[in-house]
């Protein structure tokens, strides 16, 4: 049995790196509100809410596979489909044979995830942005070359994405963060070098490819040590179908759940588009980047000890679970205060300062943004902490919450005219009926 040895090292790593990636956008974004026209920073928005979209291909998996990483490197024998076997023996053995089956599960499923993910981004996404392009008064070939490179790194991502899920799942956060930190710094570099060569948005994608081909390259080198290849070695593979069959239904509930997040918090940038124009979609744009920034701040805590979390379940330890989970939950409302308050009161300055030509949005609106962004992060922490138990019990809810948003987004765009209002409300008003209170009070009533 390997611990998952996580302390204040591990944590202090992750913050170097989430204030490092946010130092790079806080670097970069002056060269490019500066540098772009409006109309081509809301392209770069949309860019950028279609390789979250991306994500969903992985349709739950990743963290799926994560967590049995976890589970197996704390020496459980076999995988289960609903709960986890609790291990008694802290001295029990790794079975690598049981690890290099799941290796080779994930290999095939993100193989043949990839290629959709090509296809799609090929012939739909193309289509898309073809739409999107029909009012863009800039250079459509510059674009349609962005477009393409995106649509290359992505699926190259993708494809070795298990990398994530092997080193998350075996407790790697410092060394993780220690290569994003190397990659933030070379993307930064080749991005600011690039767009002053007056490359546009290509010199976006182009230090982003880099930075993903980089990321990789170090991520298969920390992991495939002598070490854990000669331990591989020694042992035959158990057969995918014992790893699909128990992690697969899970893994469905939460991809669907992923999926109900997504038109949750990102469906405003791509339907909203359609409907107003890029000059509202670039500040609303701008303006969702930078709270997601402090939600990723206000994670930093609990997502560096998601994997201990685990473990502590394993081990039947709800105690530990309960106190990381209340510490988390504190390091998340301090960031909300402390950096909320800055945005609202010195956002508006700030981007005058670098002379940006796309604002935010209204204060008031800026408010309500920060506030449905607090309670989905609440719910979210709640929603791992109920996860760490191989039980996915808000799916269904997701979705629903999902489709609420969305017949919610498309009545306001409608038949209304409160035009950017509709990008914020429609998201708060169908979370806040159900999910923003329901999952933080069934964490609160597992742990007792």
Not at 56 to 62: E, Q, R, T, V
Not at 78 to 83: D, F, I, N, S, Y
Not at 360 to 367: F, G, I, S
């Amino acid at each position: 049995m390997l611990t998952i040895d996580i302390g204040r090292k591990d944590v202090l790593w992750n913050y170097a790196a989430t204030f490092l990636r946010i130092g790079v956008g806080v670097i970069l974004l002056p060269f490019i509100l500066r540098a772009f026209p409006q109309e081509t920073v809301a392209i770069w928005t949309i860019f950028s809410t279609i390789i979250a979209l991306t994500s969903l291909l992985d349709f739950g998996f990743n963290p799926s596979f994560s967590r049995n990483v976890s589970y197996v490197i704390s020496g459980v024998k076999e995988l289960k489909e609903k709960g986890v076997q609790v291990i008694d023996n802290i001295d029990a053995k790794i079975d690598y044979g049981l690890l290099k089956g799941l290796i080779n599960a994930m290999r095939w499923f993100y193989s043949r995830m990839s290629l959709i993910l090509l296809l799609v981004l090929t012939t739909v996404g193309t289509y898309y942005i073809h739409t999107i392009l029909k009012t863009y008064t800039g250079n459509h070939t510059e674009i349609y070359i962005a477009w393409f490179i995106l649509c290359t790194v992505n699926t190259y991502s993708l494809y070795t994405y298990y990398y994530d899920a092997l080193m998350q799942g075996m407790g790697m956060i410092k060394r993780i963060k220690q290569i994003d930190i190397v990659a933030y710094i070379l993307y930064l570099t080749v991005a600011a070098v690039l767009i002053m060569l007056h490359f546009n948005l290509i010199a976006i994608v182009s230090a982003q490819a880099l930075q993903v081909l980089i990321k990789r390259i170090l991520s298969r080198q920390t992991i495939y040590t002598s070490q854990f290849r000669y331990h591989l070695n020694q042992y035959q593979p158990k057969a995918r179908k014992e790893f699909i069959k128990p992690i697969l239904p899970n893994a469905v509930k939460l991809g669907l759940t992923s999926l109900g997040g997504f038109l949750v918090n990102r469906s405003a940038v791509i339907i909203g588009a359609l409907y107003l124009s890029l000059e509202f979609i670039a500040s609303y744009g701008i303006t969702i980047q930078i709270i997601a920034i402090i939600t990723s701040i206000s994670m930093v805590y609990f997502s560096t000890y998601q994997p201990r979390i685990v473990q502590l379940r394993v081990q039947n330890d709800k105690q530990g679970i309960r106190r990381l989970y209340f510490r988390s939950i504190t390091m998340m409302f301090m960031t909300f205060a402390v950096l909320g308050i800055g945005v609202i009161f010195l956002g508006d300055w700030l981007l005058e300062v670098i002379k940006s030509k796309t604002p935010l949005l209204p204060k008031e609106m800026v408010l309500l943004a920060l506030i449905v962004a607090l309670l989905e992060t609440n719910h979210s922490i709640a929603g791992g902490i109920l996860l760490s138990k191989n039980e996915v019990p808000f799916f269904m809810a997701s979705i629903l919450g999902g489709i609420g948003t969305l017949i919610l987004l498309l009545s306001l765009l409608s038949f209304t005219n409160i035009g950017v209002w509709s990008l914020i409300t429609a998201q708060g008003m169908a979370s806040i009926v159900y999910n923003n209170w329901k999952w933080p009070y069934e964490a609160y009533k597992s742990l007792k």
